[in-house]
């Protein structure tokens, strides 16, 4: 898997671009990636995912990213997540992400369109 991260400063959001074939796993050391930031409370994130290979992802690689989820949300809280699809798969398994975060606060959406999705973050 090949993760490009930006951090903007002023607007407090991370632009995450994953490719390739990516593991939940993978994409749970992404957390890890961001804290190389000077990431404060009120984060947006915005990941495009439409490039990426998640066929071997399930409810349960899902459910262990969501608790990775966890540890990475309350230095940050609120936090806002767009998760950029293009596909049917990935809107499916991005829903099941957005519904498991949903309970611990974390307000995530789901686009398949990423100017919709920078509407929505910065509402």
């Not at 309350?74 to 990935?90: F, T």
Request: proline share 2%.
């Amino acid at each position: 898997m090949n993760t490009e991260i930006h951090y903007d400063k002023n607007m407090n959001l991370i632009n995450q671009k994953l490719h390739g074939l990516c593991s939940i796993h993978n994409l749970a050391e992404v957390f890890d990636d961001m804290e190389k930031y000077e990431l404060k409370p009120g984060l947006k994130i915005l990941a495009d995912i439409t490039d990426a290979d998640l066929k071997d992802t399930n409810y349960d690689s899902v459910s262990f990213l969501e608790k990775k989820l966890d540890e990475f949300l309350d230095k940050y809280l609120p936090i806002r997540k767009a998760i950029i699809v293009e596909s049917d798969l990935e809107f499916g398994i991005a829903r099941m992400y957005e519904m498991l975060a949903e309970k611990d606060g974390f307000d995530v959406r789901v686009f398949y369109n990423k100017s919709e999705a920078m509407d929505w973050l910065k509402s």
